[in-house]
């Protein structure tokens, strides 16, 4: 009797820096800019930040491609201070979800982050975004007072990690 086994399959993608303004990150960031409106009514307009935010040494934006290019996800981090980063722009297309995309682009995001000299991460997200709030807290993010003026407590909840 023959046992044969059989693969298992992986997606295939990969996770390069990309600048802020590349063409596939921008359809990303409005497909996130609609999903937020879509649960909200309202988001952050993605055009209103600039490109040299996530740009190195003071920042990183990572875009992931699946095996023929077609962008999947990204995520970025910029500066607070002399040792905050701030996590921002996190998305992952719906079709491209529970591939643990956003787990990985985060950890690299923190790593860098990390190498640059931050000691702590922190970002926002939405309140009905439960998919995100589990992932934080599963990495080990903890719930702050909002670090922005402008942000409704209703709508927007912080967390904080120390790297």
């Given amino acids: 009797m023959t046992h044969?086994?059989?693969?298992r399959l992986r997606p295939v993608w990969t996770i390069a820096p990309a600048l802020y303004d590349d063409p596939a990150v921008q359809r990303l960031l409005?497909?996130?800019?609609?999903?937020?409106?879509?649960?909200?009514?309202?988001?952050?307009?993605?055009?209103d930040t600039p490109v040299s935010q996530f740009t190195p040494p003071r920042g990183l934006l990572l875009l992931t491609r699946d095996e023929d290019g077609s962008p999947l996800g990204c995520g970025g981090w910029s500066f607070l201070d002399t040792q905050t980063a701030e996590?921002?722009?996190?998305?992952?297309?719906?079709?491209?979800?529970?591939?643990?995309?956003?787990?990985?682009?985060?950890?690299?995001?923190?790593a860098d982050a990390k190498l640059r000299g931050a000691t702590r991460v922190q970002l926002e997200t939405g309140i009905d975004?439960?998919?995100a709030l589990a992932l934080y807290r599963s990495q080990g993010y903890t719930p702050i007072t909002s670090y922005r003026p402008d942000r409704n407590p209703d709508v927007n909840r912080a967390l904080r990690k120390d790297l």
């Fill in 87 to 110: 996590i921002k722009r996190m998305y992952v297309h719906p079709a491209a979800r529970s591939q643990s995309l956003g787990r990985k682009i985060l950890q690299r995001l923190e």
């Fill in 4 to 7: 044969t086994r059989r693969a």
């Fill in 30 to 47: 409005l497909g996130l800019h609609d999903e937020q409106r879509s649960i909200y009514g309202f988001a952050d307009n993605p055009a």
């Fill in 129 to 131: 975004n439960t998919a």
